[in-house]
T-cell receptor, first 110, second 113 residues
Framework: QKEVEQNSGPLSVPEGAIASLNCTYS??????FFWYRQYSGKSPELIMS????GDKEDGRFTAQLNKASQYVSLLIRDSQPSDSATYLC??????????FGKGTKLTVNP | NAGVTQTPKFQVLKTGQSMTLQCAQD?????MYWYRQDPGMGLRLIYY???????DKGEVPNGYNVSRLNKREFSLRLESAAPSQTSVYFC????????????FGPGTRLTVT
């Protein structure tokens, strides 16, 4: 059974701080990794994809991948109250399927 | 370009009733998916369809049937609803085989009493 683990949180950070979200996965053969943001009562929204070891930056978001350690992280710089949401880590689980973690709830306090 | 659409947005059923959740995408994607999301359980795959005319079971298929009517539409049917099927249902489609990025519809919130 392929698994994706995330700290459930809640993670609380002050406005302007860096929020760090972590994810580990069990399938060493996974090649594609994703971060989704889900606001309360809404559907998941894709915010980052990463396929190679290292960092990938998009605005205030940085995804980090370490395949040897089977670890993916998402950093949110200059966190804003509008970043308050649940963040889902997803890993390619074979063929065209994704395996999702249960999500980490982030609260950014003004 | 509406992306992925789902109907209805909300539904209340009595135990034993049947219903079909509809999903359509206008992005010309081949693969489509049905998930359910429950508190503390995350997103779980019910069924998926890699192409028109093909469907495969996911992690939690019991109690559900699906139909890939054409490339755009993928429906999920509950033949005899049970309270355990109270959940939020999301449809998604795959952006491309080289990326595995999935895009979600707005969801259907189903309550079975």
């Amino acid at each position: 059974q392929k698994e994706v683990e995330q700290n459930s949180g809640p993670l609380s950070v002050p406005e302007g701080a860096i929020a760090s979200l972590n994810c580990t996965y069990s399938d060493r053969g996974s090649q594609s990794f994703f971060w989704y943001r889900q606001y309360s009562g809404k559907s998941p929204e894709l915010i980052m994809s990463i396929y190679s070891n290292g960092d990938k930056e998009d605005g205030r978001f940085t995804a980090q991948l370490n395949k040897a350690s089977q670890y993916v992280s998402l950093l949110i710089r200059d966190s804003q109250p509008s970043d308050s949401a649940t963040y889902l880590c997803a890993v390619q689980g074979g063929s065209e399927k994704l395996v999702f973690g249960k999500g980490t709830k982030l609260t950014v306090n003004p | 370009n509406a992306g992925v659409t789902q109907t209805p947005k909300f539904q209340v059923l009595k135990t034993g009733q049947s219903m079909t959740l509809q999903c359509a995408q206008d992005m010309n994607h081949n693969s489509m998916y049905w998930y359910r999301q429950d508190p503390g359980m995350g997103l779980r795959l019910i069924y998926y369809s890699a192409s028109e005319g093909t469907t495969d079971k996911g992690e939690v298929p019991n109690g559900y049937n699906v139909s890939r009517l054409n490339k755009r539409e993928f429906s999920l049917r509950l033949e005899s609803a049970a309270p355990s099927q109270t959940s939020v249902y999301f449809c998604a489609s795959l952006g491309g085989q080289s990326t595995y990025e999935q895009y979600f519809g707005p969801g259907t919130r189903l309550t079975v009493t």
